[in-house]
Nanobody, 122 residues
Framework: VQLQASGGGFVQAGGSLRLSCASS???????MGWFRQAPGKEREFVAG????????YFADSMKGRFTISRDNAKNTVYLQMNSLKPEDTAVYFC?????????????????WGQGTLVTVSS
């Protein structure tokens, strides 16, 4: 599975961005996740989605602001980010598991995209 994240950029606080993660491999049975890493901080879980799209998971600070979705026909996962805050500034990574079991730790994901930078100004 090869992953390509895109959609990052510069936005003012309160704005929105949509990130995309395109997969070149099979997505059947794959649990997908988004993580982020700010300078000097550890990589943290943002959101995850099961194969059917019916099961989604969010870190507490993202609930109500971010949504995650997937289009299996396009092998693409999306992260819609609304009401962005300066503390959301980070490099965002998409990741994949070959298991359908939901996980939130980086070490549980075997495949990673290259990251896309999101900068939120105050």
């Amino acid at each position: 599975v090869q992953l390509q994240a895109s959609g990052g950029g510069f936005v003012q606080a309160g704005g929105s961005l949509r990130l995309s993660c395109a997969s070149s491999g099979r997505t059947f049975g794959v649990y997908m996740g988004w993580f982020r890493q700010a300078p000097g901080k550890e990589r943290e879980f943002v959101a995850g989605i099961g194969w059917s799209g019916g099961s989604t998971y969010f870190a507490d600070s993202m609930k109500g602001r971010f949504t995650i979705s997937r289009d299996n026909a396009k092998n693409t996962v999306y992260l819609q980010m609304n009401s962005l805050k300066p503390e959301d500034t980070a490099v965002y990574f998409c990741a994949a598991r070959t298991s359908i079991v939901a996980r939130t730790k980086p070490e549980d994901f075997g495949y990673w995209g290259q990251g896309t930078l999101v900068t939120v100004s105050s």
